[in-house]
């Protein structure tokens, strides 16, 4: 009887805890859940994909030499992008990731370098949150990166919005973005189709820029419906 109890009791904490997030994930899921558009290939999306980069001022971000920022107060960056070296921090650990030579990677706990298994689980870990970290950052930026595909979506509204996937690089290759823009062709938001978010066409915001020393355009605060996504201590200089 007592056993038969306690699993009652424990059944109905675990439905009490569960039940509010199982309602709340079908409600996103019911009201955001959207099918992949389809768009066209060719100069028309290349050219809104520019008129883009000319919003954001793509002059100045490619001559910003280092970027430093902090991701949602727990994961701190400083980026010498003219080197494709960044010094990922977090908790008591440290990676230095070369980006161009992964031979190069090196691991600290509390200032102490280790090697071995230790070393490579840290090294992939900063490397995960490097990739997804910094694309809240720079996105609009790697619109023309390699592997990309770039498609002319035009929506219920006849305005034209920008579809971007990437096919190879970064950790989840084959993800696609939809990014909405403004007249001048800033973005405004972008919705996803990307392997780790059960919902397809989730829309977060790209509308709180801070412009840096160097002139580069960086966002720093991302809505996902009722989530947020803090960037702070945003530093871009040439």
Not at 24 to 53: Q, R, S, V, W
Not at 163 to 179: A, E, F, I, Q, R
Not at 183 to 196: A, E, H, L, N, Y
Request: hydrophobic share 40%; proline share 3%.
């Amino acid at each position: 009887m007592r056993s038969k109890k306690i699993l009652k009791i424990t059944t109905g904490v675990l439905v009490f805890l569960t039940l509010p997030s199982l309602l709340f994930f079908c409600f996103l899921y019911f009201k955001y859940d959207e099918t992949l558009p389809t768009g066209i290939i060719g100069n028309e999306a290349d050219a809104l994909a520019y008129k883009m980069l000319d919003a954001l001022n793509y002059d100045a971000f490619k001559k910003t030499d280092y970027i430093e920022w902090t991701f949602k107060r727990r994961h701190h960056y400083k980026w010498k992008k003219d080197k494709n070296i960044c010094d990922v921090y977090w908790k008591e650990y440290k990676v230095s990731l070369n980006l161009n030579d992964a031979s190069q990677n090196k691991a600290y706990v509390h200032s102490f370098k280790v090697d071995n298994d230790m070393a490579e689980e840290l090294i992939a870990k900063a490397t995960n949150y490097f990739n997804n970290d910094s694309f809240w950052l720079v996105a609009p930026y790697k619109v023309f990166d390699k592997g990309t595909e770039r498609r002319l979506v035009t929506l219920k509204n006849n305005e034209q919005a920008l579809l971007v996937t990437y096919t190879t690089g970064g950790s989840t290759p084959g993800d696609s973005y939809l990014w909405h823009l403004d007249k001048t062709g800033k973005p405004t938001s972008f919705q996803m189709w990307v392997d780790i978010l059960p919902i397809n066409g989730l829309k977060a915001t790209w509308n709180d820029w801070v412009t840096t020393e160097s002139g580069a355009q960086l966002p720093n605060f991302h809505k996902m419906s009722v989530f947020g996504l803090e960037i702070s201590h945003i530093k871009g200089t040439e």
